[in-house]
């Protein structure tokens, strides 16, 4: 029975993750930071919390001794680094932690493969958010990074140290550059899952109007649970290598917005330009979105669109949901959440 280590199991993709991998067979380890209101939500989403095969282990990246008991303990030949501070927005407000976690704790994981076992396959979660500033479209493999946020800084240094791993000592460490990749499971802090669940309880009349930052930011959003898919393929290929996960396809905020409206039966016109554009509801002429400039980043990243022909090529992976299809599903379980009076 094969045994793995996912590093961040409470946030969205460490849940998806541990769900695929318990399927397949495989025993998991699965760390979460020792809080005083530790929140299980998507694992008991999924029901896979109770699963016997799943082992929940209190670690915290930054810390490299419980990094490398984990390795000792568990003897997991698979680890999949999930674990990051990854809002983009906090990463300005904390840039040295931001830097602590998120680029050095990779380190420590990577630290203690080469001490307790260097044949251990490691998966580092990077970040289309590394491409930053434009230099090319579509973004690939071989695009130059140039990123504009301190958390795309702090992803740069754990993926190149995890090209270094591989390169200096034989370690089997693989990069995935995932674009944004989204789902019910999505934490409400980030755009796609801030507007799926305000546009839910403005449909509810539980809120009048949800306030944006910059709207003209043009995304590739994927469906995490087929990228999590591609996490594990990269660590059953025969070499290391970086790979872009991506759809191909990009839409800006204002585009999603209409979207979700529309999945909740709405229909919205935008008004006005830069701080002063709204959205009103056709059918009531209700402002129902509106740009707050509180939400603007000191350094923005305007479009990202990735190119995903490599992983097709030497992986087999490639996104099957539609935009509308993610979209549509975000809705509908945001709906059903905050009509039973919860929503996490
Ligand atoms: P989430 O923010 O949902 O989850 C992050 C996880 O990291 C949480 O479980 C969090 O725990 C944990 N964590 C944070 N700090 C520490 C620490 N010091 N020690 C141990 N665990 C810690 O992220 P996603 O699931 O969306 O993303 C997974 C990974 O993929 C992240 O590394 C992210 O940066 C990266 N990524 C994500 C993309 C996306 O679109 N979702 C795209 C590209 C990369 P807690 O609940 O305690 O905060
Ligand atoms: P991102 O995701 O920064 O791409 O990082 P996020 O959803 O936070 O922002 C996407 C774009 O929307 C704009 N935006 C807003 N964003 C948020 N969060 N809240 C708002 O109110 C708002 N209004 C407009 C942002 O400015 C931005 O342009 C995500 C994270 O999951 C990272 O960890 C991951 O590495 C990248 O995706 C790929």
């Known amino acids: 029975m094969k045994k793995a280590i996912i590093t961040g199991i409470t946030g969205q993709d460490g849940a998806y993750l541990a769900e695929l991998l318990l399927s397949k067979g495989y025993t998991v380890y699965a760390t979460f930071r020792r809080t005083s209101s530790v929140n299980f939500w998507r694992i008991e989403e999924l029901g896979i919390q109770n699963h016997p095969n799943l ?8 810390d490299l001794s419980s990094s490398i008991r984990l390795l000792q303990t568990t003897e997991a030949t698979e ?19 931001t830097a602590e976690i998120t680029g ?3 380190v420590n994981l990577l630290e203690a493969i080469r001490i307790v076992n260097p044949k251990v396959r490691f998966y580092q979660a990077s970040t289309s958010e590394m491409f930053g500033k434009v230099q090319a ?10 990123p504009r946020s301190p958390y795309g800084v702090a992803k740069l240094y754990a993926h190149w140290m995890t090209v ?19 789902s019910p499971l999505r934490g409400r802090e980030f755009v796609t899952r801030k507007i799926t669940d305000s546009v839910a309880k ?20 994927g469906f995490a649970k087929e990228y999590v898919e591609g996490m594990w393929r990269m660590l059953q290929a025969d070499e290391p290598d970086t790979f872009v996960l991506a759809t191909n396809r990009t839409e800006t905020v204002r585009d999603f917005v209409r979207m979700a ?24 002429g209700k402002t129902v979105m509106r740009v707050n400039p509180k939400f603007y980043r000191p ?18 992976w490639e996104p099957h949901t539609s935009l509308e299809q993610l979209c549509q599903m975000m809705v509908e379980a945001d709906m059903r959440r905050n009509q039973a009076g919860f929503s996490f």
């Open 55 to 62: 082992h929940l282990v209190e670690y915290d990246l930054t």
């Open 202 to 221: 403005i449909k509810l009349g539980k809120l009048g109007v949800m306030e944006l930052g910059n709207i003209d930011a043009k995304r590739d959003w």
């Open 261 to 284: 409206f529309k999945g909740a039966g709405m229909d919205v016109d935008f008004q006005g330009k830069a701080e002063d554009e709204t959205a009103i509801d056709t059918a009531t």
């Open 137 to 146: 479209v579509p973004q690939k493999e071989d695009t130059p990074f140039y």
């Open 104 to 106: 050095l704790g990779a």
């Open 164 to 182: 270094n791993y591989r390169e200096s000592y034989g370690i089997f460490g693989s990069s995935g550059i995932l674009f944004n990749h989204e």
């Open 299 to 316: 350094a923005e990243v305007e479009l990202l669109i990735g190119d995903p022909a490599k992983a097709k090529s030497k992986l087999g």
């Open 79 to 97: 680890v999949y680094n999930l674990a990051a501070q990854s809002f983009v927005g906090v990463s300005f407000e904390q840039p040295v932690t």
